[in-house]
């Protein structure tokens, strides 16, 4: 039985530039989140899918940001014209339901030079 | 609004003593989950356990226990004859709105020391 898979695992990267990051659930859980965390803090939501459909998005999550979930399966969350402030890590969980526990991946820490 | 507060920011201890980490939260709903996450120096959030606003009943794994107070709007956990590999961030977290997402607290670093 595998659990959430992120890749990459670690990316730098040039301001400016843009990102894309990989999530893979754990096989039939309907919910995949994204949160993002910076040092010393808590996770914070910035977006989730029910399925294929992106439900709520987070205010945190600027017009740079973007993510996908074809066919309800992996998601991507690109990040485009990266700036410093968006260094941080990445995480990806996901749930069988609402009220269901999250199950989280490894994350994917983001550094922006 | 729904809030996390985990007041203690730091914790250290010594292996085999007993320590709390309290957690306070607020919400506007009538029924809830709460949650416990470990994260180890690794960095990934290990799911402790969820608990259901109508049991109000301790709970209990392994060394590990949890106080839920409705009244007081509680939900600590205590980590008995604590071990070194119990070193880690624990977060608690509350779901936002029917839709899941979670708030999380700003987390307790906990250090046991041999």
């Known amino acids: 039985d595998t659990g959430v898979s992120q890749d990459p695992r670690h990316k730098i990267t040039k301001r400016g530039q843009n990102v894309t990051f990989r999530c893979d659930p754990i096989?039939?859980?309907?919910?995949l989140y994204w949160y993002r965390q910076t040092l010393g803090q808590g996770p914070e939501f910035l977006t989730y899918?029910?399925?294929?459909?992106?439900?709520?998005k987070s205010r945190l999550l600027s017009d740079r940001f973007s993510a996908e979930r074809p066919k309800g399966s992996f998601s991507t969350l690109e990040i485009q014209r990266t700036e410093q402030g968006d260094s941080a890590m990445y995480l990806c969980?996901?749930?069988?339901?609402?009220?269901?526990?999250?199950?989280f991946g490894p994350g994917t820490r983001l550094t922006v030079t | 609004a729904q809030k996390v507060t985990q007041a203690q920011t730091e914790i250290s201890v010594v292996e085999k003593e007993d320590v709390t980490l309290d957690c306070v939260y607020e919400?506007?709903?009538?029924?809830?989950?709460l949650f416990w996450y470990k994260q180890p120096p690794s960095g990934e959030l290990v799911f402790l356990i969820r608990?259901?606003?109508?049991?109000?009943q301790n709970e209990i794994s392994g060394r590990y226990s949890w106080n839920f107070q409705k009244s007081t709007s509680s939900f600590n956990f205590t980590i008995t004859a604590s071990q070194v590999v119990d070193s880690a961030v624990y977060f608690c977290?509350?779901?936002?709105?029917?839709?899941?997402?979670?708030?999380f607290g700003q987390g307790t670093e906990l250090s046991v020391k041999p």
């Open positions: 919400t506007r709903d009538t029924t809830y989950y």
């Open positions: 096989s039939e859980h309907n919910r």
């Open positions: 977290a509350l779901p936002y709105n029917q839709g899941g997402k979670l708030i």
């Open positions: 608990r259901n606003s109508f049991d109000e």
């Open positions: 969980a996901s749930s069988p339901g609402t009220s269901d526990e999250q199950y």
């Open positions: 899918f029910q399925n294929e459909a992106q439900l709520e």
